[in-house]
């Protein structure tokens, strides 16, 4: 294989392979920590710099709110065993974040995760696959810490592991139907390629420069008295075994052109002459770690819900037009902060393109909303959702408002930026986009703010968006609902048990009621119990005065 | 550029990249010029290192060449003196040694051979080659003793009045002679040699001292060289060429009697001549010498010389060899007690 044009990259994300990372730059690094130059960071740097596929979505437009880079590092964690690597989360979050607006790349990926779940020896070839490429990762980012190491080992080390790493690619991959092929022609072509010949020859120099039989007596203590050499065979079949004589001359050579003088220089320049030949392939799989890490990843999210009860899957994608459902939806940050999510089940008309939620507080409204945004964005990434089941929408977006940070230098007051917010929203809403809004217009009076509510909730409808948007002015969505004036705009409520506790299921309607008392009491802000506080504070403070006097 | 690293066995392109990977170094232009000149000191050391190793291997070839052949001139030196000797000759120190031993255990009597009888005969026999030796009787029993008499065998009034008596065996002219014979002591008659140097020098002809140069050093090579040189070499293949053994045993002296300055006293002394081929004894005396007929003035200092003397010209007179006159000036020399 000529090693300077390479025709294959193995990209696992992409239906047709891209080389996403700077391949120049990262030779040039990987050249360097070959050589023990530099230290930590090659792998992450050229990921985290990595272009990815075209995407629509801007991820500055929701991943806070959905506290996307959480999500990557507890959800997306890869745990192989009891080994837990350390991953480039980074890369992973831009590729969660902006996932590709061609649906052919979406199914590439479903179709190897698919494979995955299906075939556990493919999932235990690729995670073996994905533990030999992070050895490889610590053996050239640890080099400052291994300075007395010898370099030889180290180098040797790094060609013995690559080599370990084409054969298992080559080996075994050779069956898979999905993009997973892709490793078993990668490895294939570099193996039969003259720098790894030449890189087999090497490991073998290494291994056995020479054969000897010996011939040992032992005496009757199981002591050894004696040995012969009974006969001694040179690898003279490998590409680098010399004659002595000329390996001496080999020395004074390497002398002569500045080198010390001794064998290990010798070999440092053969492990160089075969290194030099791979350097290309060694690129290769750098990129090729990072697209193992978003499917393990994946993977480790699915085996997670699943150590909790719960489902997830690849969704299917339907029409503008058609039902949408999320069956056995949960929140997956509720999951990694240690509660178990209470799933729940979702089915939107196919005219519906606007859902009103309203319910108490604490019922899981907002909760949803963060559900619906990771599903829809997952379901894009082509992984798994967190749902038992599912028929989504394509978004062209996703703009999410949950969170009302107060900034020390923000200009206007609460309502100024709720519309501030409100403006942003239309300014880079594209039509067929995700929006889910926590609380619309909640930072003014109720009759000011229902009309800018109804003045964005109807804008929205023109740009066919699924909005998911969360209210308390329950009498002004009740009317809303009754009269029927903005087309497409459906009502979901948060089911209440008889006792009027929320059930964090969701059925059709609006709620009656935001149980603020309850929440109130639950919460212990209760007329009693806060006349309760007041005596105690003031006894207190008469205790402490009396104390000073 | 070719490389040693590249082998037939490698593919076209392996062997391209190993010749990058030792020559493809990246220098920038600043840096250029300091690789360079570690380059061509790294080659000039190289170079020193070879011709360093090639002078030593020059030099160590010479040194063993002149070793070779000053190891070749030695042996060839052994070989061309032990060329005309033959091994009976060789042996010659254990002869004498046997004989000796003999002749100082019992004495058995005086004997003259016929063909010693006589001036002339005397004279012919004392001609040959021989080997002389004296020594104390204690001494001469044992082989240490033998050595040690050996080696203070010189030239004595006793060899040199026998071989070229005095014509008067007055006072005078015995003193004289053993004046004379303490005067050469070291120059032995050309008929009489010492056998110390057949002692000395036999081992540098055996066999064993030939094994040795083959195998000495440099440093050992010369030692033996410088040995052979300082050994008497032709006195001792004379020696060994000897055909009689002149050997004179002096017995323990009279203890009642005073003792001479010089440690002459008087004393039985037993004179043999002995054919080394076959060990015939030619002549066996005992004859005792005395000093107390020396005048007090001389007797302190040529005492042992004159004693000697006096034995030799009385050996003479018993084989009828010595027309040697007496009281020339009124002063008449022991005469020998049977």
């Known amino acids: ?139 050239f980012e640890s080099t400052g810490a291994m300075r007395i190491w010898d370099a030889n080992r180290r180098k040797l080390d790094i060609l013995q592991t690559f080599k370990q790493i084409i054969d298992t690619m080559a080996d075994a991959f050779e069956t898979a139907s999905s993009g997973l092929r892709r490793l078993s022609e990668f490895g294939s072509l570099i193996r039969s390629s003259e720098p790894y010949r030449a890189l087999a020859d090497l490991i073998g120099y290494d291994a ?148 009103l939620i309203t319910g108490p507080n604490s019922g899981g409204k907002t909760r949803l909303l963060q559900s619906l945004g990771l599903a829809q964005l997952l379901a894009q990434g082509g992984v798994f959702i967190p749902a038992r089941a599912g028929r989504v929408r394509w978004a062209s977006g996703l703009i999410a408002s949950l969170i009302e940070e107060t900034k020390a230098d923000q200009m206007e007051g609460r309502l100024g930026m709720e519309l501030v917010r409100i403006r942003a929203l239309f300014e880079s809403l594209p039509p067929g986009a995700m929006v889910i809004l926590d609380e619309l217009c909640s930072g003014t009076n109720p009759s000011e703010g229902e009309q800018i509510f109804e003045l964005v909730v109807s804008m929205l409808n023109r740009l066919r968006p699924q909005a998911f948007i969360t209210t308390h002015f329950l009498t002004f969505a009740a009317r809303l609902e009754q009269s029927g004036k903005i087309s497409g705009l459906g009502f979901l409520q948060v089911e209440l048990d008889p006792q009027r506790r929320p059930t964090y299921q969701f059925t059709a309607g609006v709620a009656r009621t935001s149980l603020a008392a309850h929440t109130a009491e639950r919460l212990g802000v209760t007329g009693e119990q806060l006349l309760l506080l007041i005596e105690q504070n003031v006894h207190k403070h008469h205790a402490l005065r009396q104390v000073r006097n | 550029m070719p490389t040693f690293l590249t082998t037939r066995k490698m593919s076209p392109e392996l062997a391209k990249r190993v010749r990058a990977s030792v020559s493809g170094r990246r220098v920038d232009s600043k840096t250029r010029a300091l690789p360079r000149l570690g380059s061509i000191l790294r080659v000039g050391a190289v170079l020193a290192v070879i011709a360093v190793a090639a002078l030593v291997v020059s030099n160590n070839r010479r040194a063993n060449a002149e070793v070779a052949r000053q190891r070749d001139t030695l042996l060839a030196r052994v070989r061309a003196e032990t060329a005309d000797v033959t091994q009976q000759q060789l042996a010659i120190g254990r002869r004498v040694e046997s004989l000796v031993a003999d002749a100082a255990g019992v004495y058995a009597g005086d004997w003259v051979a016929d063909e010693l009888k006589g001036e002339d005969a005397f004279s012919k026999a004392l001609g040959r080659q021989m080997v002389y030796v004296r020594g104390p009787l204690a001494k001469l029993g044992s082989p240490a003793g033998f050595k040690e008499s050996a080696a203070e065998s010189f030239k004595d009034a006793f060899s040199s009045c026998l071989l070229d008596p005095p014509t008067t065996r007055t006072e005078r002219a015995l003193s004289n002679k053993a004046r004379a014979a303490l005067g050469q002591r070291g120059a032995a008659p050309s008929s009489i040699e010492r056998i110390q140097a057949a002692l000395i020098s036999l081992p540098l002809l055996l066999p064993e001292w030939q094994a040795r140069v083959r195998s000495a050093d440099v440093a050992e090579l010369s030692k033996l060289a410088a040995t052979l040189s300082k050994a008497p070499i032709g006195a001792a293949k004379r020696a060994m060429k000897a055909d009689l053994l002149l050997l004179v045993i002096d017995e323990p002296g009279d203890t009642q009697g005073p003792t001479e300055l010089d440690g002459e006293r008087p004393h039985w002394v037993r004179v043999q001549m002995v054919q080394l081929a076959t060990g015939a004894v030619q002549l066996r005396l005992r004859l005792r010498v005395d000093p107390s007929w020396i005048s007090p003035s001389v007797r302190a200092e040529h005492a042992s010389g004159i004693d000697s003397c006096a034995l030799a010209l009385d050996v003479r007179a018993r084989v009828g060899a010595s027309p040697t006159r007496h009281a020339a000036e009124g002063m008449q020399g022991p005469r020998a007690t049977r």
């Open chain 1, 1 to 139: 294989m000529a090693s300077e044009q390479l025709p294959l990259v193995p990209d696992l994300l992409h239906a047709v392979p891209m080389q996403r990372i700077d391949f120049e730059q990262t030779r040039f690094a990987i050249n360097l920590a070959f050589a023990g130059g530099v230290s930590g960071g090659l792998f992450s740097d050229a990921l985290e710099k990595a272009t990815i596929a075209p995407s629509t979505w801007a991820p500055t437009a929701f991943a806070g709110d959905l506290f996307l880079q959480r999500f990557v590092a507890q959800c997306f964690k890869i745990q192989i065993g009891k080994v837990s690597p350390t991953s480039v989360n980074g890369h992973l979050l831009r590729l969660l974040a902006q996932p590709p607006d061609d649906s052919e790349v979406v199914g590439f990926r479903r179709f190897i995760l698919a494979e995955l779940v299906q075939s556990a020896q493919c999932r235990a070839s690729l995670e073996s696959l994905y533990l030999d490429i992070a050895r490889l990762r610590g053996l």
């Open chain 1, 208 to 355: 056995e420069l020479a054969t000897m039989n010996l011939r040992l007596s032992i005496g009757a203590d199981g002591r050894i008295r004696n040995f012969q050499i009974a006969a001694i065979r040179e690898n003279t079949d490998n590409a680098f075994v010399n004659p002595v004589w000329r390996r001496w001359l080999a020395k004074l050579e390497l002398f002569a052109r500045g080198y010390r003088l001794s064998e290990s220089e010798v070999m440092a320049r053969l492990v160089d002459s075969v290194f030099s030949g791979l350097e290309l392939p060694f690129v290769a799989l750098v990129q090729c770690f990072g697209d193992l890490e978003f499917y393990l990843g994946a993977l480790g999210f699915r085996d997670r819900a699943q150590g909790a009860g719960l489902a997830v899957c690849l969704p299917d994608f339907v029409g503008e037009d058609d039902a949408r459902t999320l069956h056995g939806l949960f929140n997956p940050l509720l999951l990694m902060s240690g509660v178990v999510p209470v799933p729940c089940d979702l089915d939107f008309e196919g005219h519906s393109s606007t859902m």
